[in-house]
């Protein structure tokens, strides 16, 4: 059996979906403009791999206590039309597609709130995100069991396998991710491979042999993704 596991910010999307949904409170004043200047500062503490999972889930995650659902849901459906949709890596649905038999997974440390319905619009049935607490219809700015972040990813994919009474032993597993924070799963699975990786994943991805992909860059002709960046190796 074959297990293919997918990063959402950065890999599939040219983007990061907390960066943007941030951005976008902003721009519709739900958030004081002063938020922008953290939002960078935060995303690129993340990018480095030198913020507290908890403090970077909390950080987006409190935005969403002042508004009501009904309002929640209507933003995300103009945020999702024009600042998600139309950042979706060139090469994404061409990768999904040579997984297609097999069981495919999107695995991402933003909330399941945000990131279902992107998960339904590239065709992926199984979403394992961060779990936003909801008490009495309204978030509460907290999260529930771990964040899907770094070790936190390791351990959420387990702990779905379980309760589908599978494990990581019985799959050949491909993970495809941007990022130096999945390295613990990228360690994991049997076929790591680095997606228009940060600088860090790509000297790990370069040292370790492991294939490095881009999906904004495609052939033309096939439409599929290029294999082997530039000064990197295959």
Not at 155 to 169: I, T, V
Not at 184 to 200: G, I, M, N, S
């Amino acid at each position: 059996m074959k297990l293919a596991l997918f990063d959402l910010d950065n890999t599939l999307l040219s983007c990061d979906t907390d960066v943007e949904w941030l951005s976008f409170l902003v721009g519709e004043g739900a958030a004081p403009a002063s938020e922008q200047a953290r939002n960078i500062e935060t995303d690129a503490l993340y990018r480095e791999g030198r913020i507290d999972a908890a403090q970077y889930v909390r950080f987006y995650l409190r935005h969403y206590p002042p508004h009501d659902m009904a309002t929640l849901l209507a933003w995300r459906e103009r945020f999702l039309k024009q600042s998600i949709l139309p950042r979706i890596a060139a090469g994404a649905a061409s990768l999904l597609e040579s997984h297609k038999a097999d069981l495919s997974v999107i695995i991402t440390a933003t909330n399941r709130f945000l990131t279902e319905p992107v998960a339904a619009a590239l065709g992926v049935e199984h979403l394992i995100a961060t779990e936003p607490q909801i008490v009495g219809g309204r978030f509460t700015g907290e999260f529930e069991g771990a964040p899907c972040m770094r070790e936190g990813k390791v351990e959420r994919l387990q702990a779905w396998l379980r309760a589908r009474g599978e494990s990581l032993d019985g799959f050949a597993t491909w993970f495809y991710s941007d990022s130096i924070n999945d390295l613990p799963l990228l360690e994991r699975v049997t076929h790591p491979v680095a997606v228009d990786p940060d600088p860090q994943l790509g000297k790990i991805a370069l040292t370790r042999g492991w294939p490095v992909v881009s999906l904004r860059t495609v052939n033309p002709e096939t439409g599929h993704a290029v294999y082997g960046l530039p000064g990197r190796q295959k």
